[in-house]
């Protein structure tokens, strides 16, 4: 499809399991974003690429998050020994736009992965 | 700090009546922008519009109107005569020039439309 694509589209893990998440953006986009949504609350910045460069991961909540996004188009984020604070749905967004000082333009998300810890 | 705030957290409306989201902002940023995103069941977050904060007009689009007053830091959304299909849950969200990649959300504001 022309849409961003995310999988699995739902996760059960045991705490204490490695999870990765991935992520297909729209083609040709430059920036893309993950964000996570806990229930009943607004998406959470995570972190961010323009390419293959990861310019802002501030918004990881521990060292136990990590991204990639190796050549610039798919990405993966990958969750170490999960916590049951780790539920949640878990958004990714691309867009067309780039950090060179223009206006931050619409982001497109995909439906997002849903991460259930026990 | 940037933050969003979306004080109603639930509003139910009967069919073809007029509903107001509001949305307040902080930023220290003098240079800021606004969007408002729509998250219908699927969970796809839905870009409705974005407004840079030198561009105070108001904008209307359909049935869909924004008013931004930075007087009062408030970017309000109102949907005339709603429909059923614009039940959701609708999104405010700012972006500083300083840090325009990290774009902040509010807890967002779920409508129901009754038929």
């Known amino acids: 499809g022309a849409g961003v694509s995310q999988s699995p589209r739902y996760k059960v893990a045991k705490r204490g399991q490695d999870v990765a998440l991935r992520c297909d953006p729209i083609s040709g986009h430059v920036s893309l974003f993950w964000y996570q949504q806990a229930l009943g609350q607004g998406p959470e910045f995570l972190t961010y690429f323009q390419n293959e460069a990861q310019l802002d991961k501030s918004g990881l909540p521990s060292d136990r998050f990590f991204a990639e996004r190796p050549e610039g188009s798919v990405s993966t984020l990958k969750i170490q020994r999960t916590q049951q604070e780790d539920s949640a749905v878990y958004l990714c967004a691309s867009s067309l736009w780039e950090t060179s000082g223009s206006s931050p333009g619409e982001l497109f998300f995909g439906e997002g992965s849903r991460l259930t810890v026990l | 700090a940037q933050k969003v705030t979306q004080a109603q957290t639930e509003i139910s409306v009967v069919e073809k009546e007029d509903v107001t989201l509001d949305c307040v902002y902080e930023t220290r940023d003098t240079t800021y922008y606004l969007f408002w995103y729509k998250q219908p069941p699927s ?16 904008e209307i689009s359909g049935r869909y109107s924004w ?16 429909q ?11 972006a500083g020039y300083s840090s325009a990649s990290k774009i902040i959300f509010g807890s967002g504001t779920r409508l129901s439309i009754r038929p």
């Open chain 2, 67 to 82: 008013n931004f007053q930075k007087s009062t830091s408030s970017f309000n959304f109102t949907i005339t005569a709603s």
């Open chain 2, 84 to 94: 059923v299909v614009d039940s959701a849950v609708y999104f405010c969200a700012l």
């Open chain 2, 43 to 58: 969970g796809e977050l839905v870009f409705l519009i974005r407004r840079n904060s030198f561009d105070e007009q108001n």
